[in-house]
């Protein structure tokens, strides 16, 4: 199996649920924990095998440019796609796989208002075997609320902070074929042309991940983001430290 080499980085968002974290700068730029969001899908992307990434952007595309640069100190060979007027997210991808060689087979396409440690060879062998020309990638559905169970008499009987359900969400995650660059649109969303296109020819694909997965939207999503990360950094250093007697 040829290793993925090819990513895309849909990064145009304005972010407007996410003032004022947003009045500087694009929506993937929010800070966490000292870096803007998309560098942890940039060092996630490099990590696993990524050297060559075309970042989509236009609003406020300077300040991405600034940070990035050519993506040396990333690992990567990092290019960028400057949208002058909104193409949507389907335009976005079809222009980024325009400018890729020809010779690529396979690239991964995600948006930039994400956090995950998904594992790229898994979901490239589920392609692989499935043989379809877009495999999307979801993942389990969260309650935002938490739950309440009940007898059918009206007993409560406990309480579930915020279970998963039973569905399944995209996670905004695409492992494409380049051969579906004339099917997606030169200006629009993909998923509300070429996908169903393609599910209807059998030819789209889902595979499941139970993942860390997570997108930020507003200004709670972000907060809360953020205390998943502190919590799971805190919980490493401490797990990692000997209070044992004998070590003073």
Known sequence: MEPLKHA??????RGERLRPYTEDRP??????MGSPLISYSVKWLTAQGVTNITICCGHMHQVIVDYFGDGAKFGA????????KPLGRGGAIRAALESIPR???NVLAMNGDIMTNLNLSDLQEFHRQQ??????TSVPLVSPYGIVDMTDDGDVKGFREKPQLPFWINAGIYLMDTSVLP??????????STFPQL???GKLKCYRSTAFWRAVDTVKDLTELRNECEQLFFGTMF??????PNRF
Request: proline letters at 6%; hydrophobic letters at 45%; charged letters at 25%.
């Open 8 to 13: 895309v980085i849909i990064a145009g968002g």
């Open 199 to 201: 599910a209807a020819q």
């Open 131 to 136: 043989k379809g020309m877009v495999t999307l």
């Open 103 to 105: 010779t690529v087979k």
């Open 239 to 244: 797990n990692r430290l000997d209070f044992s």
């Open 77 to 84: 060979k990092i290019n960028y796609l400057i949208e002058e």
């Open 27 to 32: 929506k993937p730029m929010v800070p966490l």
């Open 183 to 192: 099917l997606l649109p030169a200006m629009g969303d993909h998923e509300e």
